[in-house]
């Protein structure tokens, strides 16, 4: 491997307590030899003290606009509004490939600064399968909070928590009543998370995927109490649910968690909402009567910081110990460079590092 730098950046959201490389894992990073910078920040999980006790460098929150050149910037969530020219390679999740508001701008501020984009979402094996993934996280903790909802114990705000606290408030008491729950997407990671948290919850919910999907039978999603959906889509599928659904008589249906929330892209399965939720206000109201609540809270994963992080360093170290542009970050090269050519953006000088 040639000599690498990484940055790992502050998180600019103030509810991202995660980070893509734990303490842990970044004492193995140096000890092969890379350089790892680390940016002090108020909120991630772990404190400055053990990437500094692991070999890292230490920077000013913020200061990737200035790192060298060849520096690697990694973080997980989006990049502040500013400087409108980004000039390094970034890894995170961009979210800018399947038509979401704000892809066109963020490619652009690309295109102008000759930087690139290796979306954590495109690394993926020879396959398709993501090589790393919050997903397990996203799913266990969209049907947790729906569950919580559903029985009347949700509080808001939300607030990071460990797997045991969370636990303990899923453990269903006496006077709770039975429900039937869904999860669409069940087998995959997200949904294999979802249905962890249902059994927790002492519940056994029904399980669809692509069998069920390719010809779905809305009136048989609708006649469950909870639904959690973990499916994201790749290529235009027929919506889950519309707006004319939640209106059907008879409807069951009372608590709907959006684990994907893919909200604004045409590719979106569930075209039932127009904007996220958030931790201070977690639930939405769709229906008067009779209830349904939405919950679609785009980084689950960062109210289980410790044990997401945890798994999900592991599975990225030994990419970034082979970081170059061939194999999976080849594949993430490819992407940005069709995603540049759709929106006829020059994105030459962006390949030169």
């Known amino acids: 491997m040639t000599e690498l730098h990484l940055w790992l950046r502050h998180e600019a959201r103030t509810t991202e307590r995660r980070t893509p ?24 999980v772990f404190p400055i003290e053990e990437y500094q006790a692991a070999g890292c460098r230490v920077a000013p929150a913020g200061s990737w606009v200035t790192a060298p050149p060849d520096a690697v910037v990694l973080g997980l969530k989006e990049l502040p509004g500013e400087p409108a020219e980004l000039t390094h390679r970034h890894i995170f999740f961009g979210h800018a490939y399947k038509g979401q508001p704000g892809a066109a701008g963020l490619l652009r501020r690309f295109a102008a600064g000759g930087g690139t ?52 408030t899923l453990k269903p008491a006496a006077d709770d009543a039975d429900f039937t729950g869904l ?13 962890a948290a249902f059994a927790t919850a002492g519940a056994d919910p029904t399980c669809w ?13 609708l006649a ?14 027929p919506p889950f649910l519309r707006e004319q659904d939640l209106d059907t008589p008879g409807r069951r249906l009372r608590t709907l968690c959006d684990v994907t929330c893919d909200v604004g892209s045409p590719l979106n399965v569930l ?10 206000e977690p639930v939405r109201r769709l229906r008067e009567e009779p209830p349904l609540d939405l ?8 109210l289980l910081p410790l044990e997401s992080s945890a798994d999900f360093s592991a599975a990225l170290l030994p990419h970034l110990l082979d970081f170059g542009v061939s194999g999976p970050w080849g594949r993430c090269l490819d992407r940005f460079r ?12 962006s390949l030169d590092h």
């Open 271 to 280: 075209p039932v909402y127009d904007d996220t939720t958030d931790w201070d």
């Open 183 to 195: 999860v669409i997407g069940a087998l995959g990671r997200s949904g294999r998370g979802a249905r």
């Open 209 to 221: 995927d692509l069998a069920e999907t390719r010809d779905l039978d809305r009136r048989a999603l």
């Open 117 to 168: 984009l290796f979306d954590l979402e495109y690394l993926a094996d020879d396959t398709g399968r993501r090589l790393a993934a919050f997903g397990f996280w996203a799913g266990y903790l969209g049907a947790a909070l729906a569950v919580l909802q559903h029985r009347g114990r949700l509080r808001a705000p939300l607030v990071p928590t460990t797997k045991d606290a969370l636990d303990e």
């Open 21 to 44: 490389v734990v303490p842990d894992d970044a004492r193995r990073l140096v000890e092969n030899g890379v350089e790892l910078t680390v940016e002090e920040s108020p909120q991630r």
């Open 224 to 237: 469950h109490d909870v639904m959690v959906n973990a499916v994201l889509a790749t290529s235009p599928v």
């Open 295 to 302: 919950i679609a809270i785009d980084n689950l994963p960062s």
């Open 338 to 349: 069709q995603a540049c050519r759709e929106h006829g953006l020059d994105e030459e000088e």
